[in-house]
């Protein structure tokens, strides 16, 4: 016999959380990660200064399985690895490429061999995609979790599977020049921040909250995720362009004051 766990909860908080998403919508997590979001800026100057569409997608998937366990945030973590790839595009194999890259690096300095045995092993993955793939996982990006998962020998849940897929959705839309939506049934990164914020609501297990909180508003996991995130950070320059581009910045911030 399955044995239901009853999970208690902030109902107010959660109605009100519900209403503010709600009011928000889609369309100001879109806003939020093309114009305010540090990380989306530096890929769009990684894609400029390429000139290669296949390889700046398969540079951020590789980058995006090794951005855990940072030496600083990641803001500046994705801004170096722009300015590196963009001075040093790889000779041979982008494994090749962060043997050199990231036993340098000043923002992701822990767990180096770990990370770097993750990308050998994600290599073949990365050498069998051609654009036309890209291009294919960028219309099945669950089809694109489910790939990830199994390269990686991960759970498709994982913190760094779902994040790769928000990163490549961010790769794929500045490269095709065309948004597409993440799909629902992916969850948000279970990271720190997020079971923390989680806990102002409920006991439940955050994935599984916020993948009913997607579903009663309209909103998939990973774009809730970027509403959130410039709420409970506290990036200067985020708050400043927030300001600047979300006509509804005000109720943005209002999240972090449950």
């Known amino acids: 016999m399955t044995v239901k766990m009853k999970y208690s909860k902030d109902k107010e908080a959660v109605e009100k959380l519900k209403e503010i998403l709600s009011e928000l919508g889609l369309e100001c997590a879109r806003t939020i990660e093309e114009k305010v979001d540090l990380q989306?800026?530096?890929?769009?100057?990684?894609?400029?200064?390429l000139n290669n569409d296949e390889l700046f997608i398969k540079l951020v998937l590789a980058n995006a399985i090794?951005?855990?366990?940072?030496?600083?945030?990641?803001?500046?973590?994705w801004w170096e690895f722009s300015r590196y790839f963009s001075q040093n595009f790889p000779k041979a194999s982008i494994k090749e490429a962060y043997f050199e890259?990231?036993?340098?690096?000043?923002?992701n300095r822990r767990l180096g061999s770990v990370k770097l045995k993750r990308l050998e092993k994600f290599e073949p993955f990365l050498e069998r995609m051609t654009?036309?793939?890209?291009?294919a996982y960028y219309s099945d990006?669950?089809?694109?979790?489910?790939?990830?998962?199994?390269?990686?020998?991960?759970?498709?849940?994982?913190?760094?599977?779902?994040?790769?897929?928000?990163?490549?959705?961010?790769?794929?839309?500045?490269?095709f020049n065309e948004f597409k939506?993440?799909?629902?049934?992916?969850?948000?990164?279970?990271?720190?921040?997020?079971?923390?914020?989680?806990?102002?609501?409920?006991?439940?297990?955050?994935?599984?909250?916020?993948n009913r909180i997607a579903k009663e508003v309209g909103i998939p996991p990973l774009?809730?995720?970027?509403?959130?995130?410039?709420?409970?950070?506290k990036h200067e320059e985020?708050?400043?362009?927030?300001?600047?581009?979300?006509?509804?910045?005000?109720?943005?911030?209002?999240?972090a004051e449950f």
Request: charged share 25%; hydrophobic share 40%.
């Open 223 to 233: 774009h809730i995720d970027s509403i959130v995130w410039p709420a409970l950070g």
């Open 101 to 107: 890259f990231l036993p340098s690096s000043r923002t």
């Open 40 to 49: 989306f800026s530096a890929l769009e100057d990684l894609h400029r200064n």
């Open 141 to 175: 990006m669950l089809k694109l979790r489910d790939d990830l998962a199994k390269a990686l020998s991960s759970k498709k849940d994982a913190k760094t599977v779902v994040f790769a897929v928000k990163m490549f959705g961010y790769a794929a839309r500045i490269s």
């Open 131 to 135: 654009l036309d793939n890209l291009k």
């Open 238 to 255: 985020v708050k400043s362009r927030l300001k600047q581009h979300c006509p509804k910045w005000k109720l943005v911030l209002e999240l």
């Open 66 to 77: 090794v951005s855990y366990q940072l030496s600083a945030t990641g803001e500046e973590w």
């Open 181 to 210: 939506a993440y799909p629902i049934g992916i969850p948000i990164p279970e990271d720190i921040r997020i079971m923390n914020y989680t806990k102002r609501f409920t006991n439940e297990p955050s994935t599984n909250f916020w």
